[in-house]
């Protein structure tokens, strides 16, 4: 079951809440779905064209979407939100502007805020961005993955598992490699446990980065 299912869905309501809070009648359940896809999409977007990655914590580690009658509230959960706000006085305005123009939704209001999060390499996305950058500049996945590991543990995690799929260096034939350290209880609904996949196009073709963090237990 712990290699069949997702552990972030495994848990709701236990140790994991949604990322989306909205409610909405079954008819436009599926556009209410795909506008979550879409602000999620122009915002990554919107990052990666704008900021210069320098040291790889400037990622998004997760974007909460809250919905209302009248108010769409996105918070931006970021590693280094200054590279956001200081470079541009304006960026957040901009942002919202690119966003309501991808939704065609100029007459209701939406609402951008972003949070600082304490330790950055204690998410899997921006350790699995890390990895994807280490791996796109040729090096060695080994290397990739326990460096990717030694900063998890700086940031005080209790376990991470790490796995590579695909072309791994170039071979012909794709395979699957992975390390863990510490705990990793994928089948106690009461451990916490941070979850991603992350999809990275090298010269190879596509590898696919799973990464499992152990926060701790309640």
């Keep these: 079951m712990g290699q069949k299912i997702n552990p972030l869905g495994f848990r709701l309501g236990t140790t994991q809440s949604h990322h989306s809070i909205w409610f909405a009648q079954r008819k436009i359940y599926s556009e209410s779905l795909q506008e979550d896809e879409k602000i999620r999409d122009c915002i ?3 990052v990666q064209k ?3 990655i320098s040291s790889g914590i400037e990622g998004i580690a997760r974007i909460k979407i809250q919905k209302r009658i009248d108010l769409i509230q996105v918070i931006i959960y970021m590693g280094v939100p200054k590279l956001l706000i200081e470079g541009k006085p304006r960026r957040i305005e901009e942002l919202q502007i690119n966003v309501q123009k991808k939704l065609n939704c100029i007459n209701g209001k939406l609402n951008i ?3 600082r999060i304490a330790n950055p390499y204690g998410h ?3 350790l699995a961005e890390f990895i994807a950058e280490q791996l ?3 090096v060695s996945f080994r290397k990739a993955m326990k460096k990717a590991i030694e900063l ?3 940031a005080g995690t209790k376990g991470v598992q790490v796995q590579i799929a695909g072309r791994i260096d170039g071979k012909e034939i794709a395979r699957v490699e992975w390390i863990r350290e510490g705990r990793v209880p994928l089948q106690t609904i009461r451990a916490k446990i941070d979850y991603c996949s992350y999809a990275v196009r090298t010269i190879y073709g596509v590898l696919g980065i799973k990464i499992w ?3 701790n237990e309640e």
Excluded: D, L, M, S
């Design 50 to 52: 704008n900021i210069k």
């Design 213 to 215: 963090i152990f926060v």
């Design 124 to 126: 899997p996305n921006i």
């Design 136 to 138: 796109k500049n040729r």
């Design 113 to 115: 805020a972003i949070t």
């Design 44 to 46: 990554k977007n919107y």
């Design 152 to 154: 998890t543990e700086q």
